[in-house]
C-alpha cells in the first residue's frame, strides 16, 4: 500500500542521549515536514523539505536536526540539546503546493 | 503563527449537519484555506480545501464568504465516527512559504448520539 509509515510507534529515550525517529514515504512525494505535537496542543513545525539535499527550519527547530539523502526518507533527530523532548511527534509528505499526507505519528517519551 | 481563528469546541447530534466556522481575515489572494482533521493520537487527515469557490468531495463542504475573510466547512450528516479536531489552515499557493502548513488549535467536534 501507499503511504507514510513512522517507526517506531513508542519509543523511550533516557536524558541526554539523541534518538532518531524515522519517516518513509512511497508515495513519490517531493516534501516531507516533521511536526511536533504537545497534549491538547495544535501541531508546530520542526523542519521541512522540499527537495532531496535540501531542508529549512520550522518554528521550533532548536535541539532537532534532519537529512534528506533520499526522496522517501526523511529521519528526525532529537538531540540532547532539545530540553523537553517528550511529545507526539508527525511526519508528513506532499507533492508541490498540495495537500500533505500524515503519518501514525511517533510517541516519544524521556525517561 | 496560525493565521485562522476557531472555535474552541462544538458539539452537534449524531445525523445533523455539522458547522465548523473559521475565519481567515488576513487570507491573501494566493492563499488557500485547507482543513484537516485529527483523530485522537492518530496523524491528521486531509478534509477538502478551496481558493475562492465553494467545494465538495465524498467527506464534506466547504464554504467560502466571497470577501474570502472566513470559510465553514460542512460535516452533512456527521457521525460518531467524526468526534475530532478539526484544523482550519491558510498556506499560499506560490513561493516557499506554500510548503509551510501551519496549524492552529483546532475544534474539539463532538458527535452526540
Not at chain 1, 534532519?66 to 511526519?91: D, G, H, I, M, W
Not at chain 2, 478551496?50 to 464554504?63: P, V
Amino acid at each position: 500500500d501507499g503511504g507514510i509509515t513512522q517507526s517506531p510507534k513508542y519509543l523511550f529515550r533516557k536524558e541526554g542521549q539523541n534518538v532518531t525517529l524515522s519517516c518513509e514515504q512511497n508515495l513519490n512525494h517531493d516534501a516531507m515536514y516533521w511536526y511536533r505535537q504537545d497534549p491538547g496542543q495544535g501541531l508546530r513545525l520542526i523542519y521541512y523539505s522540499q527537495i532531496v539535499n535540501d531542508f529549512q527550519k520550522g518554528d521550533i527547530a532548536e535541539g532537532y536536526s534532519v537529512s534528506r539523502e533520499k526522496k522517501e526518507s526523511f529521519p528526525l533527530t532529537v538531540t540532547s540539546a532539545q530540553k523537553n523532548p517528550t511529545a507526539f511527534y508527525l511526519c508528513a509528505s506532499s507533492r508541490v503546493r498540495t495537500e500533505a499526507f500524515f503519518g501514525q505519528g511517533t510517541r516519544l517519551t524521556v525517561v | 503563527d496560525a493565521k485562522t481563528t476557531q472555535p474552541t469546541s462544538m458539539d452537534c447530534a449524531e445525523g445533523r449537519a455539522a458547522n465548523l466556522p473559521c475565519n481567515h481575515s488576513t487570507i491573501s489572494g494566493n492563499e488557500y484555506v485547507y482543513w484537516y482533521r485529527q483523530i485522537h493520537s492518530q496523524g491528521p487527515q486531509y478534509i477538502i480545501h478551496g481558493l475562492k469557490n465553494n467545494e465538495t468531495n465524498e467527506m464534506a463542504s466547504l464554504i467560502i464568504t466571497e470577501d474570502r475573510k472566513s470559510s465553514t466547512l460542512i460535516l452533512p450528516h456527521a457521525t460518531l465516527r467524526d468526534t475530532a479536531v478539526y484544523y482550519c489552515i491558510v498556506r499560499s499557493s506560490g513561493g516557499d512559504s506554500s510548503y509551510k502548513l501551519i496549524f492552529g488549535s483546532g475544534t474539539r467536534l463532538l458527535v452526540r448520539p
